[in-house]
């Protein structure tokens, strides 16, 4: 009896990685064959994480916001958390708190021009809020929506103006 239960015991534990392989096996092979098969490699690039549906870039860099800014043929939106915006803000930038956004949006509304660019940005390369805000706008009937990355940050470290003034 007992050298039974060890003969099934030393089966099962080369059965287990066997089994183990073959099912790894079969599923990369059906998901290969697939025509909407997941990527076994993932693009977790600024481009690829900051864009929209249709996996157009809305990354902006830093270059062509302050020429945009310079000339004012943008408007910048701030999506961080009111209390974040007045402790210092793009100049001139409208925010609209994401987590808040269906009523700064109302408020800030009349103030957007859809034949202007809109930048949204908020603080640290992981920030997700601004690209929520840019899909937001593009579905708002906004055409032209960038996301300047870590846009904050790196606007303080150029030095670039900065107000710390209510909208």
Not at 5 to 31: C, D, E, H, T, Y
Not at 73 to 96: K, T
Not at 106 to 133: F, H, N, P, W
């Amino acid at each position: 009896m007992i050298k039974s239960g060890r003969f099934a015991f030393k089966k099962a534990m080369w059965q287990i990685p066997a089994l183990l392989i073959l099912a790894s096996l079969i599923a990369v092979g059906v998901n290969h064959w697939r025509r909407d098969g997941i990527p076994l490699v993932g693009n977790w690039s600024v481009e690829a994480r900051f864009s929209d549906a249709a996996g157009k870039s809305l990354v902006i860099d830093l270059n062509r916001a302050v020429k945009l800014h310079e000339s004012q043929e943008a408007i910048f939106v701030d999506a961080r958390p009111e209390s974040l915006y007045r402790e210092g803000h793009i100049r001139g930038a409208l925010n609209i708190p994401w987590q808040d956004v269906d009523r700064y949006f109302a408020q800030v509304m009349d103030r957007l021009d859809a034949q202007k660019t809109i930048i949204t940005y908020c603080d640290g390369e992981s920030c997700e809020l601004s690209r929520e805000l840019a899909l937001f706008l593009l579905q708002m009937g906004f055409g032209n929506v960038h996301v300047l990355v870590n846009g904050w940050t790196v606007w303080q470290q150029a030095g670039l103006p900065a107000d710390e003034s209510i909208r």
